[in-house]
């Protein structure tokens, strides 16, 4: 993103010197002949998907997609089912504590790191070392942890406090926060190596202009070094709320959609509804209104972030 | 010219090789260790036939199993053979052409009159054609209680659900969890199914089930059940386990008085060695109403352009409806064999039940027999949320089983 930024000036410059305007079509044309086969990918596997999804979910499709048109009744049923509005609840209350938990916790991690301390290499191997794990592990690892009879809440009773109770995952009302902490410990890492990445990447003069002015640490990072991070911001939200959208191993593994259904996610719906219940129509509702739910997010946020650009 | 019969002649005798000795990757999804015991019969006795059996088995149950095998039929790469529970499972695959014909095996095994109930395969059979091969019975209709637990709560063993419901209170007072029951949806609604089956009656079950007859639902005879149901959630609190072994291995160890499940449970119970009648008690029925359901296990053989493997795969069809395979296998899983005509060597108490019920007639058809897999993905996502969710109370999942059983098909 920032190199097209920078790379917008530089065209406009040249075809000003040269006067008239070469087709953009043809520039670079090695560069464009390479791309092919990703813009080929890009097009048939996922637009070619999307679209090929979108269509089937107007039908009645079973175990093997077949044209015979149901109008809106898969998107009816969807939205009567207790279980997709639970779903929806679900990934609304993990995607927003773990917007702001995974960006938090991650600064305030590479902050501290950016001070200079000893054994940072050591540090930072240990942080990003969560992230190598699949989820599936992670899910497994922590499930263990938080089993009452084996794990946190054993342990803590063994030495002493006999009435500590922390069994989030067959507490439905909680069940949820269990899954954040597993997903915390495993995403956190790589935000914070991106943040770092960022930090390091501000130039050592503001810090000694703020110095200079007198400007406190913690203000210094607050008002000056986060505005300058933006970029790294930006790249840190899309991949966290990729990871948010596409949660479904973790609930797998940890707690399977249960107790009874208060860990559902919408993408465990999907995958239920197609492959256990052989009704790959209702599949493709479900897929459908995530996409739709990514795309309202999603459109509002690039045309702040590029439309106004291009105006001004 | 020469060399063109040479190449031919070469070709005639890999072929021929390739006839004789055959590898057929068999994908199913039995992996306790009761079930894995089993299906090392079935293996051997490939062997010995001189083919050579590669085990495909997936973890995790057949809600994990069925869409690994489904998308490998589709994709183009089909195991030689597949395990599909009797029923609906398959209908589309079948449908779509992509199941193998097996009608000559049947006629030339004479399946028609040995298969018993028959009922078995009719839901193998669709327009006048067979498309697998049953391997074994099933039923749900069956209570596990450990006499220990009993025996230290000083009550006697229940025989019926009328004697479990009155007893269990004194079971809670003595530190154990009545009624063991695993956290996974397939489970909570299949004891429901035996629930309404023993509880409602037949008749009433069958309207339910075959007829989708919601106005049953609301009626009286299901009141009871929904009530039941109720009550039975209350007897499993304190007892958190996943897998139906694990709660079946509470039962074992006498830390859970009883669990409904079906006869696969006995498997843990032999594999623990325990004997029936001593250690463990079980009541068909609840005790109730002695009726079983025939669910079970087929085999399925997708089509295959090889002919080599293609005769390997009738080979291996009507090698699992042998009588010596059905006794092998059916004595290390616990189930019962798909044809009246064999005995089971070492039978014991509970297995002899099941027997007696099955020379009487007294079955109906399973529920994957009646519903399709959405109808049931359905039931067990209603079940499970009322199971895990103490405030909701049994009239309104009476309601929504209504309106899921009045829009099946």
Redesign the interface.
């Given at each position: 993103m920032t190199i097209a930024e920078q790379g917008r000036p530089a065209q406009g410059r040249s075809a000003a010197s040269s006067g008239k305007r070469p087709s953009r079509l043809f520039r670079n044309p090695m560069s464009k002949i390479a791309s092919i086969p990703m813009i080929f990918t890009a097009v048939v596997i996922f637009l070619g998907g999307t679209v090929w999804t979108v269509i089937y979910s107007f039908t009645s499709s079973?175990?093997?997609p077949r044209l015979n048109w149901v109008g809106l009744a898969q998107y009816d049923r969807l939205w009567t089912s207790?279980?997709w509005i639970v779903s929806i609840e679900n990934l609304g209350i993990y995607g927003i504590c773990s917007l702001i938990g995974t960006l938090l916790i991650a600064f305030t991690l590479a902050a501290l790191l950016d001070r200079k301390i000893r054994g940072e290499d050591t540090f930072r191997t240990i942080f990003l070392y969560p992230f190598a794990l699949s989820f599936i592990v992670t899910g497994l690892v922590w499930q263990w942890i938080l089993n009452?009879e084996l794990g946190l809440q054993h342990i803590v009773r063994g030495l002493g406090w006999t009435t500590f109770n922390f069994d989030p995952l067959?507490n439905?009302s909680i069940v949820m926060y269990g899954l954040l902490i597993a997903g915390l410990w495993q995403g956190t890492g790589l935000i914070m190596c991106i943040m770092l990445a960022g930090l390091r990447g501000i130039d050592e003069d503001i810090w000694k202009a703020a110095r200079v002015d007198g400007i406190g640490t913690v203000k210094t990072y607050i008002r000056i070094i986060i505005p300058m991070m933006r970029p790294v911001f930006v790249t840190s939200l899309v991949l966290i709320g990729a990871g948010i959208v596409k949660l479904y191993d973790l609930v797998v593994a940890q707690t399977?959609g249960?107790?009874?259904?208060?860990s559902e996610v919408p993408a465990k719906y999907v995958?239920?509804?197609?492959?256990?219940?052989?009704?790959l129509g209702?599949g493709f509702a479900a897929s459908t209104m995530m996409l739709v739910t990514v795309v309202i997010i999603l459109i509002p946020w690039a045309y702040l972030e590029f439309g106004g650009k291009k105006r001004g | 010219m020469k060399l063109t019969t040479k190449l031919l002649a070469a070709t005639a005798i890999v072929g021929a090789g390739a006839a004789h000795a055959t590898d057929l990757e068999v994908m199913h999804w039995w992996t306790s260790g009761g079930e894995a015991n089993a299906v090392s019969k079935l293996a051997e006795a490939w062997d010995a036939t001189g083919n050579k059996w590669i085990d495909g088995a997936i973890a995790g149950g057949g809600d994990t199993a069925r869409p690994i095998m489904v998308s490998r039929i589709i994709g183009g790469d089909p195991p030689a053979a597949f395990q599909f529970n009797h029923g609906r499972q398959a209908e589309e695959l079948i449908q779509a052409g992509l199941l193998m014909d097996l009608t000559d095996v049947a006629e030339a095994n004479h399946w028609k009159d040995i298969v018993n109930p028959p009922s078995l395969l009719d839901a193998c059979t669709v327009d006048g054609k067979v498309y697998c091969a049953p391997i074994n019975i099933h039923s749900w209709q069956w209570m596990w209680l450990s006499d220990a637990a009993y025996a230290k709560a000083g009550v006697p063993v229940p025989t019926n659900w009328e004697e479990f419901a009155a007893t269990a209170p004194a079971l809670q007072a003595a530190g154990i969890t009545p009624l063991a029951m695993g956290g996974q949806s397939w489970q909570q609604n299949g004891a429901f199914g035996v629930m309404a089956l023993a509880l409602a009656g037949q008749d009433a079950w069958l309207k339910v089930n075959k007829d989708k007859d919601a106005t049953v639902v609301m009626g009286p005879e299901y009141t009871k059940v929904f009530e039941a149901f109720g009550a039975a959630r209350e007897f499993s609190a304190g007892l958190n386990v996943q897998d139906w072994n694990q709660a079946t291995a509470a039962v074992i160890d006498g830390t859970a008085g009883a669990q409904i499940m079906g006869d696969w449970a006995q498997g843990e119970f032999a594999m623990a060695g325990k004997v029936a009648g001593t250690d463990y008690e079980c009541l068909p029925g609840l005790g109730d109403a002695a009726i079983l359901d025939t669910g079970g296990d087929a085999f399925y053989f997708p089509v295959n352009s090889d002919p080599a493997i293609t005769a390997a795969q009738k080979e291996l069809a009507a090698l699992l409806l042998s009588p010596a395979v059905q006794v092998s296998f059916n004595s290390a899983k616990g189930s019962l064999p798909i044809r009246g005509d064999v005995d089971l060597t070492t039978v014991n108490e509970c297995t002899q039940k099941g027997l007696d019920l099955l020379a009487a007639g007294k079955v109906v058809p399973a529920g994957t027999e009646l519903l399709s897999p959405d109808t049931v993905t359905q039931l067990n996502d209603l079940m499970t949320e009322f199971w895990s969710t103490p405030t909701m109370t049994p009239a309104e999942v009476q309601k929504q089983y209504a309106d899921i059983i009045a829009s099946a098909t």
């Open positions: 079973g175990l093997l207790r279980k009452p067959n439905p399977s249960g107790p009874g259904i208060s995958m239920t509804a197609m492959f256990g219940g052989q009704n209702q | -």
